[in-house]
C-alpha cells in the first residue's frame, strides 16, 4: 500500500487490483495501521470473496482449477450440480453448480466456485472454511442445515468420497414412496385428486397434508424423477 513516496499510502480502486468495496475498507484500515505504526501490516488477499450479481450467481473464493495446477499443487476437485442440492430441487431453481478444489497431499480445502442463485449468501461459508484451514473431511463431517442452500457444500465435500447424485436421489425416492404409502394408508382405493385433500383427518396432520399436498402439485416430475432415481439406484 506504501507508494514511491514513503508518507503516501494507496489503497482501493486507485490501486488497480481487488475493485470492490470491502477490499478498500480492508486495505484502508491496513494503510492507516501501517502509516501510523511502521509497515507491519501486509495486505492478504488470497481469501477474498467475490460474487458477481448475475442471475444465476457467481461466487468464488480462492484457487481455481487452473491456479492450482499453474502453482504445481496436486489437487482433486469435487463437482456437483444443483439438481443433487435439496434445497434447490425444492425452490425449482436448479440452475447452476458448485466445485470444490482441494490439496490431494493433504485433503486443505484451496477453493470454492459456486454458480447458483444466491450463491453470495453462500461463498461467505467457504470462506470461513479456508480461513481456517479446513480440509474437504473437515467441511464434509460439519452439521449444515437442512433444505439451505449452503448445505450444497457440505454435499460437494462428500462427493469426493461419495456418489452423492445416489445418495440424494435414494432421499427422494424414500419421500416419494413414504407420500404414496400415507396416501394408500388414507384413501386405499380411492385415485389422487385435489378432493383427497379435503379428508378431514389429513386437516388433522398438518405436516402429512403438507407432504400431499407436495405431491400432488408436483407429482408428474416427481414420478417422473422417482424413474430416474430408480434407474440410476438399481441400474
Ligand atoms: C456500477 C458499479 C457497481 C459496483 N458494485 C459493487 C458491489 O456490488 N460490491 C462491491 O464490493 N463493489 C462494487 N463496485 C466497486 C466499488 O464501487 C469500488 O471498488 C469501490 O467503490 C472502491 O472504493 P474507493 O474508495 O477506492 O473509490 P471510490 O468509491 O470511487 O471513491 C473515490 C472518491 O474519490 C473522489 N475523487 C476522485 N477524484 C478526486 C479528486 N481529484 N479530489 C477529491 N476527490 C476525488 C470520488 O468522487 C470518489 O468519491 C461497483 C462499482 C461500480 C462502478
Not at 425449482?92 to 497431499?105: P, Q, S, Y
Not at 469426493?160 to 396416501?183: A, G, H, P, S
Not at 397434508?209 to 416427481?222: E, Q
Request: hydrophobic share 40%.
Amino acid at each position: 500500500m506504501q507508494t514511491t513516496r514513503d508518507d503516501v499510502y494507496a489503497v482501493g480502486d486507485v490501486t488497480g487490483i481487488d475493485m470492490f468495496v470491502y477490499m478498500a475498507a480492508y486495505g484502508g484500515k491496513l494503510a492507516a495501521l501501517n502509516a501510523l505504526e511502521g509497515n507491519h501490516k501486509q495486505y492478504d488477499d488470497a481469501i477474498m470473496p467475490t460474487v458477481v450479481f448475475t442471475d444465476p450467481q457467481v461466487a468464488d473464493v480462492g484457487l481455481t482449477e487452473r491456479q492450482a495446477k499453474e502453482q504445481n499443487i496436486n489437487i482433486k476437485t469435487s463437482s456437483i450440480i444443483l439438481n443433487h442440492v435439496p434445497r434447490f430441487i425444492a425452490a425449482h431453481d436448479t440452475r447452476g453448480l458448485i466445485k470444490l478444489i482441494a490439496n490431494k497431499n493433504t485433503d486443505k480445502l484451496l477453493g470454492v466456485h459456486i454458480l447458483a442463485p444466491e450463491a453470495g449468501e453462500m461463498i461467505q461459508t467457504a470462506v470461513t472454511a479456508l480461513k481456517a484451514g479446513m480440509t474437504t473431511e473437515d467441511l464434509a463431517n460439519s452439521i449444515f442445515p437442512y433444505l439451505t442452500g449452503v448445505e450444497g457444500l457440505k454435499l460437494a465435500a462428500l462427493n469426493f468420497d461419495k456418489d452423492v447424485k445416489k445418495t440424494i436421489m435414494l432421499c427422494w425416492l424414500v419421500y416419494l414412496t413414504n407420500c404414496e404409502q400415507l396416501l394408500s394408508v388414507e384413501r386405499p382405493h380411492h385415485h389422487l385428486s385435489k378432493t383427497n385433500l379435503k379428508i378431514p383427518k389429513l386437516h388433522k396432520h398438518s405436516k402429512i397434508k403438507g407432504l400431499i399436498d407436495a405431491y400432488l402439485r408436483h407429482r408428474r416430475s416427481y414420478v417422473t424423477e422417482k424413474r430416474r432415481a430408480k434407474r440410476e439406484i438399481l441400474g
